[in-house]
């Protein structure tokens, strides 16, 4: 950081001259102008950068969440298909107790002479 209070007049006007403000007033006025500025800038991007963070974390949370909702839907899919094979399999059983049926009647037709 420069040592601003030891520059001359003309290098604090040039110097805000680059930041655009006013280079009128005393060599006091024109260097607390331009600390004021520095320590505005420093605010700035402090809050920047905190913004930034806030909006990092934000973004890391939405992520986790996101994460989490698709496992969800993962483990919600995951139980249909459980379901869904449980109500195959008790299909399945019930046709065959009903084929068992159908071939004890047609062994009981064949048995039976009348």
């Not at 024109?30 to 991007?45: N, S």
């Not at 890391?60 to 094979?85: C, T």
Request: proline letters at 1%; charged letters at 35%; glycine letters at 8%.
């Amino acid at each position: 950081m420069a040592d601003y209070a030891s520059m001359k007049v003309s290098e604090l006007k040039q110097e805000l001259s680059k930041r655009g403000l006013s280079q009128s007033g005393t060599k006091a006025k024109l260097l607390e102008r331009l600390l004021q500025d520095i320590e505005d800038e420093k605010l700035i991007a402090d809050s920047a950068g905190a913004t930034a963070e806030v909006e990092a974390d934000a973004a890391a949370e939405a992520d986790a969440d996101a994460g989490s909702a698709d496992a969800g839907v993962e483990a919600a899919e995951d139980d249909a298909k459980v379901d869904g094979a449980a109500e195959d399999d008790a299909g399945s059983a019930d046709a065959a107790a009903d084929g068992d049926a159908a071939a004890a009647a047609e062994a009981d037709a064949d048995a039976d002479p009348s």
